[in-house]
């Protein structure tokens, strides 16, 4: 079981980055998903879910309005669109499998990892 997170990169404060998760070895398509970040010596962070039917998301406070996750669930593939970047959004981002159909902030609560992609925002 594989979850491959790409579309990192090194972009200006303002810009915008797509992020996808395409997940192999087995469907996701009744998981809930989440998207985590960790920063440079902080702890890795919640920045958005949603559930297996897409209908339900949530998302970190500081990146509501600006961060839309979705998923293609026909791909087994969850987007991050990524808008209005600023510094203080570099991280290495993870994607990651809910155990159950929904989604929840917490950590414990997924089973599955990706490995991360690097998202640098210079000012």
């Known amino acids: 079981v594989q979850l491959q997170a790409s579309g990192g990169g090194l972009v200006q404060a303002g810009d915008s980055l797509r992020l996808s998760c395409a997940a192999s070895?087995?469907?996701?398509?009744?998981?809930?998903m989440g998207w985590f970040r960790q920063a440079p010596g902080k702890e890795r962070e919640f920045v958005a879910g949603?559930?297996?039917?897409?209908?339900?998301?949530t998302y970190k406070d500081s990146v509501k309005g600006r961060f839309t996750i979705s998923r293609d669930r026909s791909k087994n593939t969850v987007y991050l669109q990524m808008n209005s970047l600023k510094p203080e959004d570099t991280a290495v981002y993870y994607c990651?499998?809910?155990?159950?159909?929904?989604?929840?902030?917490?950590?414990?609560?997924?089973?599955?990892w990706g490995q991360g992609t690097l998202v640098t925002v210079s000012s």
């Open positions: 990651a499998g809910h155990s159950t159909s929904y989604y929840t902030t917490r950590i414990s609560g997924y089973a599955y």
């Open positions: 070895g087995r469907t996701f398509s009744n998981n809930g």
């Open positions: 949603i559930s297996w039917s897409g209908d339900s998301t």
